[in-house]
C-alpha cells in the first residue's frame, strides 16, 4: 500500500529483480519464509525506488505530504539506475556487446571493456545451447511441429542454457569457488532468477532461428479465371454498361498462388491499374504496388483474411488451375517482395503487360522458367507481332540483414518478445569476501575444491568452508615444515654444526733494538 512506502533515503542498486513488480514480491516473500525479515525488508525499499510506476507512486505520495526533497531523490535514484540498466542492454547482447567493449577498451576505459567483453562473452555461451538447437531441427528437416516436438526442444535448449551459464560464471568470473557459499536468502533467490533467465535466453534463441530462418518458394502455380463482358468492358474504360455482365467473352483473367516453406500461401496478381496485389492467405495485411511504392492495408474487421476470401471468389468464379510448378531452392519470400515493387513501374497495357504477362513474370521468377504459352495465347501472339510485350522490369535482390528484418516481421510479437528476452541485462555476479578468508592459502583451497563436484560445492555452508579453508591451511603449514632438500643419491643433507667463532689476534709486542729479532726486522726495514 502506499501509506507503506518507506521514506525515500539513499538505496543502494542491487538487482534488477528488485525493481520487478512480480518477482520482487516473490523474492519478499521467500526471504520472510526464510527468516530474513531486514532483507525482505530491504527489498520493499528497493521496490518503491526502483520500480517502474511503484516508485512514480511513492514520489506522488512524498509530493502529497509535503516531502519534496524525498521524492526528488528517489526519482534520482530510479533515473540512475534505469539509465544503468539501459546502458547494460547493448552490453549483454552477443557480437553488439563485443563491439561496445571493444570501443571502451580503445578509448582507454579498459576495466570497463574487460568487464563487458566478458558479459558479452556470458551470452555467447547461454545462446550457444538453443542457437545449436534450432539450427539442427532446420538443418534436419525436423522443425517442432507437434507438442511433444515441442516440449522436447524446450527442455533441452532450457537446461543448456542454465548449465552454459553456469560454466561460464565459473571460467569468467568466480574460478572455482562456488558462488553460493555463505549467500543470503535475497542472493540465492537472485541467483535462481538469472538460472531461470539462462534457460529463458536459450529458449528464445532457438525459437528465433526459424524465425528469422529465410523462407523460400517451393511451389508455384497460375490459375485463370473467365471474365464477362462487363469486366472485359471495365479494362478498356467503359463503365455501367447493365446487361453486360451476362456474356462470356472467352478472355481470362491470370494470378499467381505461391507456396512457401513455411506455409504461407501467397496470392498476386496485376490489376487493370497497374497496381501489383500481394497478400498472404494467413494473414489480415495486403500490399499494394503502385509505381515502385509500396503501402499496406489491414482491416482487422475481417475474422477471414482478404485474400482468403479472394480465393474463395476465384473459386465461386469458376477458377481453374492453368500450370503449376514444384520449386527446390526456390527465392526467398523477401525477394519476391522486392521483385513485386519492381514489376509496378511498368503499369498495365492489355497488349504488352496484362495480368497474363505478370503470371508468367511470377513463374519465371519462381521456377527460373515461364510458361509455353500464355492462358488467351491465340490473341496475344497476334499482336505481339505488331507490339511485343514489356521486358520483367530489374529488381534489387535483398542482403541477409534486409532478409532477417522481413522474416521477423512476419511473426513481429515472436520475434519482439524473444529479443526482448535476450537482451535483458544481468548483473555481474559478486562473490563474498570474509575478512575470515582473505589471509586464507587460496591457491590450496582452490585446489580442494577443484576436486569436488559442482553440486557439491553449491551445497557447502559457510561452517564448511571454513572447516575446509583451515584444513588448506594446516596441509600448508606442514607441507612447508616437512619441506627438506634431497641428494641426488637419495640422502638427506644435515646441517652443517656451526664452527666457534676464530679469536682475534693481538698485535705482536715490540722487539728490543738488540735482540735477533730486533736485527732482522732493521734489516728488512
Request: charged share 15%; glycine share 8%.
Amino acid at each position: 500500500m502506499a501509506s507503506d512506502v518507506p521514506n525515500a533515503e539513499y538505496v543502494e542498486f542491487i538487482s534488477g529483480v528488485d525493481g520487478m513488480i512480480v518477482l520482487a514480491q516473490a523474492k519478499m516473500a521467500y526471504q520472510k519464509y526464510s527468516g530474513d525479515h531486514a532483507g525482505a525488508e530491504a527489498t520493499s525499499k528497493r521496490f518503491w525506488t526502483f520500480s517502474l510506476g511503484a516508485s512514480q507512486l511513492a514520489s506522488v505520495q512524498d509530493v502529497y505530504h509535503g516531502n519534496f526533497e524525498q521524492a526528488r531523490l528517489r526519482q534520482r535514484q530510479f533515473l540512475d539506475s534505469a539509465t544503468r540498466m539501459l546502458r547494460a542492454m547493448p552490453e549483454a547482447v552477443p557480437v553488439l556487446g563485443h563491439m561496445v567493449g571493444g570501443v571502451h577498451c580503445c578509448v582507454g576505459n579498459r576495466e570497463h571493456g574487460k568487464q563487458v567483453l566478458k558479459r558479452a562473452s556470458r551470452s555467447c555461451f547461454v545462446c550457444a545451447p538453443g542457437l545449436l538447437i534450432g539450427g539442427a531441427s532446420i538443418a534436419l528437416g525436423i522443425p517442432a511441429q507437434t507438442f511433444a516436438q515441442t516440449a522436447v526442444m524446450t527442455a533441452a535448449a532450457g537446461v543448456g542454457g542454465v548449465v552454459a551459464g553456469m560454466q561460464a560464471d565459473v571460467r569468467l568470473y568466480l574460478g572455482a569457488i562456488p558462488p553460493q557459499v555463505g549467500s543470503s536468502p535475497g542472493e540465492r533467490f537472485d541467483f535462481f532468477v538469472v538460472r531461470l533467465l539462462d534457460a529463458m535466453k536459450s529458449v528464445c534463441c532457438m525459437d528465433l532461428v526459424p524465425i528469422l530462418y529465410p523462407d523460400s518458394i517451393e511451389q508455384a502455380s497460375v490459375w485463370v479465371e473467365p471474365l464477362n463482358a462487363q469486366e472485359a468492358a471495365h479494362l478498356i474504360g467503359i463503365k455501367n454498361v447493365p446487361g453486360l455482365e451476362q456474356i462470356d467473352t472467352g478472355a481470362l483473367h491470370s494470378f499467381v498462388v505461391l507456396k512457401t516453406t513455411k506455409g504461407h500461401i501467397l496470392l498476386t496478381e496485376r490489376l487493370h491499374d497497374g497496381q501489383i496485389i500481394l497478400g498472404d492467405a494467413t494473414a489480415p495485411t495486403v500490399q499494394h504496388f503502385a509505381d515502385g511504392n509500396a503501402f499496406s492495408m489491414t482491416d482487422s474487421s475481417y475474422t477471414v483474411s482478404p485474400m482468403a476470401m479472394r480465393l474463395e471468389m476465384a473459386r465461386e468464379n469458376g477458377a481453374t488451375l492453368f500450370a503449376v510448378k514444384e520449386i527446390a531452392g526456390g527465392p526467398s519470400a523477401a525477394a519476391f517482395i522486392h521483385f513485386a515493387k519492381a514489376q509496378s513501374t511498368i503499369g498495365y497495357d492489355l497488349i504488352t503487360s496484362n495480368c497474363q504477362h505478370y503470371a508468367n513474370s511470377v513463374l519465371e521468377f519462381a521456377s527460373g522458367k515461364g510458361l509455353t504459352f500464355l492462358p488467351n495465347g491465340n490473341l496475344l501472339e497476334l499482336s505481339a507481332m505488331l507490339m511485343p510485350p514489356t521486358a520483367t522490369a530489374p529488381f534489387v535482390t535483398p542482403g541477409l540483414f534486409s532478409t532477417m528484418a522481413y522474416e521477423a516481421s512476419q511473426a513481429s510479437g515472436r520475434a519482439a518478445m524473444d529479443a526482448a528476452v535476450i537482451c535483458c541485462p544481468r548483473p555481474i555476479p559478486a562473490l563474498p569476501e570474509p575478512e575470515q578468508l582473505q589471509q586464507l592459502p587460496l591457491d590450496e583451497l582452490q585446489r580442494q575444491l577443484e576436486q569436488m563436484t559442482l553440486q557439491q560445492r553449491e551445497m557447502l555452508t559457510p561452517a564448511q568452508l571454513q572447516q575446509l579453508a583451515g584444513a588448506a591451511s594446516a596441509q600448508v603449514a606442514n607441507g612447508r615444515e616437512q619441506m627438506q632438500g634431497h641428494r641426488l643419491d637419495g640422502s638427506i643433507p644435515t646441517e652443517p654444526a656451526p664452527q666457534p667463532a676464530a679469536p682475534v689476534a693481538e698485535p705482536p709486542a715490540p722487539v728490543p733494538e738488540g735482540s735477533p729479532g730486533g736485527q732482522l726486522h732493521n734489516f728488512r726495514q
